[in-house]
């Protein structure tokens, strides 16, 4: 266990349900993330929260919808995805201005739009 | 922006040998630090080891050591005595010092599967 709890493990959704996903650490993190893992491809940044505060959307459809209440916790709202938005979805969080510290990351969530 | 790239999609390597693992990278800063993660199949990333750029010393956790060739922009792992345990996908990944965007992010490669067989 890293200390990042990431929930459901699996999803498996319909392309009109609206699901969340659920990601808490309890390491005193300020800096929390999405990543998109798919087969044969980067992991890819999806959002960046420092301090409760989106800093940066990378170029993410409004399907996705992150919300970030406090430092501890951080969601993925998902409506209306695509067979190919099916990934692993990881969260992880790090500590803001410290380069050299290791994020650490959640088990995922599999994701399946069918 | 940074790229980092993994050429080997898959390895392999007999229990108590040394595997090799490649990654390069692509940056125009000079201050930034290099991770390895390993990601078994229960899906948890979990770090192996990290390399600051501004020291030429290459970085060594027990039996997992780094070749880092700065000039040449290439940060491959060195697993030595090789374990069942040790079988998982490998990621290398680049994170900025520099803090324009205060973003943290981590760039990843496409990462490296690593066999080992008994």
């Known amino acids: 266990e890293t200390g990042v709890t990431q929930t459901p493990r699996h999803l498996v959704m319909g392309m009109t349900n609206k699901k969340s996903l659920k990601c808490e650490q309890h390491?005193?993190?300020?800096?929390m993330y999405w990543y998109k893992q798919s087969a044969k491809k980067p992991l890819e940044l999806m959002f960046v929260?420092?301090?409760?505060?989106?800093?940066e959307n990378n170029s993410v459809p409004s399907r996705f919808s992150p919300e970030c209440p406090n430092s501890s916790h951080l969601f993925l709202h998902l409506h209306t995805l695509q067979p190919e938005d099916s990934a692993l979805y990881l969260c992880?969080?790090?500590?803001?201005?410290?380069?050299?510290?290791?994020?650490?990351f959640g088990q995922g969530t599999r994701l399946t739009v069918v | 922006a940074q790229t980092v790239t993994q050429s080997q999609p898959e390895m392999s390597v007999q229990e108590a040998e040394t595997v090799t693992l490649s990654c390069t990278y692509d940056?125009?800063?000079?201050?930034?630090?290099l991770f390895w993660y390993k990601q078994p199949p229960s899906r948890q990333m979990i770090l192996v080891i990290r390399q600051e750029a501004y020291k030429q010393q290459n970085a060594t956790e027990n039996r997992f050591s780094v070749n880092f060739q700065k000039a040449a922009k290439s940060f491959s792992l060195k697993i030595s005595d090789s374990q069942l345990g040790d079988a998982a996908m490998y990621f290398c990944a680049y994170r900025s010092t520099y803090y324009g965007g205060a973003t943290n992010k981590l760039i990843f490669g496409t990462g490296t599967l690593l066999a080992v067989q008994p």
């Open positions: 390491l005193g993190h300020n800096a």
């Open positions: 992880a969080s790090s500590l803001v201005l410290a380069a050299n510290t290791e994020a650490f």
């Open positions: 940056t125009s800063e000079s201050d930034y630090y």
């Open positions: 929260y420092n301090f409760k505060e989106q800093t």
